[in-house]
């Protein structure tokens, strides 16, 4: 992008403040526009700096600190943003659907639609985009809820189980990032993050969601089994025959 914003172009693209901008101008954290005609002109790397200055704050750097992770190196900067996103951010991509769709995927009435609708907002398994639409943020989620209602369960009930669920992984998440900080980012960041270690920790991000799903998969089959012989084994026992008495 050539340098044709100004500087309240720049701000409606960046969702920043035009007094926010010259502040971070004022403390070096963004370079100068190039001026012409009087008039500043800002570019591609203006808006990138922005940005990547916002993720940092949501990352909990104050602009002190942001300063001199910048002026320290800007590969730092960008790789621990992109460490965030990486994190943080999921593969999946979302799904529109009607009012009227997920009414007949789900075999929800009219009647019961907005309490049921308004559960599944509050869980995070579909966002309302305005104009009887919603978004669906995990369309495989969505999958298996529609199975498990074609199966006899009340749509109702089964969001009751995926809040659940939902309790659980969270806190089995927490622990695998968790995991990841005190065991391999700490460390490392007390090393002063050294460059030829940047290499390990790219692919130590880049393997954490997987792994983690692996496990939780390999340890759900396990107690899986183990309920299902719970539940299952005792209602069996109560409907075999029962043993033949011998004759007398």
Not at 117 to 126: D, F, I, M, N, Y
């Amino acid at each position: 992008m050539p340098a044709d914003l100004t500087i309240e172009q720049l701000a409606a693209q960046t969702g920043m403040s035009v007094r926010n901008i010259r502040a971070h101008q004022a403390r070096g954290l963004l370079d100068p526009p190039e001026v012409r005609l009087r008039v500043g002109y800002y570019g591609a790397d203006h808006v990138a700096r922005l940005k990547l200055i916002q993720e940092l704050q949501d990352d909990g750097f104050n602009l002190g600190g942001i300063k001199r992770l910048l002026a320290d190196d800007r590969t730092t900067a960008h790789r621990l943003a992109r460490f965030r996103q990486a994190l943080s951010d999921s593969a999946e991509p979302s799904q529109t659907l009607t009012v009227e769709e997920l009414g007949e995927r789900f075999r929800v009435s009219a009647e019961d639609a907005p309490k049921v609708l308004s559960r599944a907002e509050t869980l995070g398994v579909l966002v309302a985009a305005g104009e009887g639409r919603y978004e669906v943020p995990s369309p495989s989620l969505l999958a298996v809820a529609e199975q498990v209602v074609e199966r006899g369960v009340s749509l109702n009930e089964a969001l009751t189980v995926f809040k659940q669920v939902e309790l659980h992984c969270d806190a089995v998440a927490g622990a695998f990032v968790s995991l990841f900080m005190h065991e391999v980012w700490e460390p490392f960041e007390a090393a002063g993050m050294p460059a030829e270690r940047w290499a390990e920790i790219d692919e130590t991000i880049a393997r954490l969601r997987p792994v983690a799903t692996d496990a939780l998969v390999a340890i759900f089959g396990q107690r899986m089994s183990a309920q299902i012989d719970t539940a299952f084994g005792e209602r069996i026992r109560r409907l075999a025959p029962p043993p033949a008495q011998p004759a007398r």
